[in-house]
């Protein structure tokens, strides 16, 4: 399969900070990319989407920015919230091969 | 309630038998995939259908095999089943190929 890795596991954050989660891909014909958000007991949700033409997308109080030159893709996390709290997980795609590969990733915790 | 129902939301079984999850994706969408998720480890893909076809497999182990019926839910069989099978399967949709999923909410396998 495809390598997609997390370089922290786990990052604290105090309550109104801005979290920053990395993620490194390994292929670079990945053309589509997501962030996930997995809650305890949850399954995976999305958060924010990227295609290989940005380099940056932002929604409510996410932005993802998109690096292709060193393969790597990374999720800002405005004014971070105690329901923040989760596991985060960047997925990558080549949209002609339909599968998403995920990373293992990074466990966000916020300190109220 | 994200569209993508699972059952069962838990299932625990002996070593050497065979279970079945099930999957009912979101109205309207085409496409079905298949993912474990042990302890520790990210979402492996295992298997993707797309309109009753089997479009892309993963790491999927021969004991495993699934389908996808003609109304569009989808079963995901495993058998002889062993101690390291025990992990969260989850089973997304979408609607179209090579677009962001939506998760269910996960069968939680324990094999005893």
């Known amino acids: 399969g495809e390598s997609v890795g997390l370089h922290l596991p786990t990052l604290s954050v105090q309550e109104g900070d801005n979290s920053i989660i990395n993620c490194a891909y390994s292929?670079?014909?990945?053309?589509?990319f997501i962030w996930y958000k997995q809650e305890s007991g949850k399954g995976p949700q999305f958060i924010i989407d990227i295609r290989s033409n940005m380099d940056k997308r932002q929604g409510q109080r996410v932005t993802v920015l998109l690096n292709k030159t060193v393969k790597h893709l990374s999720l800002q996390i405005a004014a971070t919230q105690p329901g923040d709290s989760a596991v985060y997980f960047c997925a990558e795609n080549i949209l002609t091969g339909n599968q998403f590969y995920f990373g293992t990733g990074t466990s966000l915790t916020v300190i109220p | 309630d994200s569209g993508v129902t699972q059952t069962p939301k838990h299932l625990i079984t002996a070593t050497g038998q065979r279970v079945t999850l099930r999957c009912s994706p979101r109205s309207g969408d085409l496409s079905v995939y298949w993912y474990q998720q042990s302890l520790d480890q990210g979402l492996q893909f295992l298997i993707q259908y797309y309109n009753g076809e089997e479009r892309a497999k993963g790491n999927i182990l021969e004991r495993f095999s699934a389908q996808q019926f003609p109304d569009l839910h989808s079963e995901l069989n495993l058998s002889s089943l062993e101690l390291g099978d025990s992990a969260l399967y989850f089973c997304?949709?979408?609607?179209?190929?090579?677009?962001?999923?939506?998760f269910g909410s996960g069968t939680r396998l324990t094999v005893v």
């Open positions: 997304a949709s979408s609607a179209q190929l090579g677009y962001g999923y939506t």
């Open positions: 292929n670079s014909a990945s053309d589509y």
